[in-house]
């Protein structure tokens, strides 16, 4: 069975970072693209930021360009998500999944709230 285990959400200050972690099994994690998601109450769940199976290639979305940082390890399937200088729009469940069109199934992922 498929396994996509978010982690590293919290309460942060503005200003503050965050790494978030998702530990995966049962697909061949290096094989597929994998992207982080995020998803606030109301509103559509949007693409954050994505990475090439190798790892050579990343996307970001326009509101996180030079603050994120989305990175993998083959090794231990795991798929990273570093995020500096969050703002109080930050604040959403975050979610890991593939890169493609074709999402496993989407977990409970990890709840970032960024205020004061």
């Known amino acids: 069975q498929v396994q996509l285990v978010e982690s590293g959400g919290g309460l942060v200050q503005p200003g503050g970072s965050l790494r978030l972690s998702c530990a995966t099994s049962g697909f061949a994690f290096s094989r597929y693209a994998m992207s982080w998601y995020r998803q606030v109450p109301g509103k559509e769940r949007d693409l954050v930021a994505r990475i090439s199976s190798v790892g050579g290639s990343t996307n970001y979305a326009d509101s996180v360009k030079g603050r994120f940082t989305i990175s993998r390890d083959n090794a231990k399937n795991t798929l990273y998500l570093q995020m500096n200088n969050l703002k109080p729009e930050d604040t959403a469940v975050y979610y890991c999944?593939?890169?493609?069109?074709?999402?496993?199934?989407w977990g409970p992922g990890t709840q970032v709230i960024v205020s004061s």
């Open positions: 999944n593939s890169g493609g069109n074709a999402p496993f199934y």
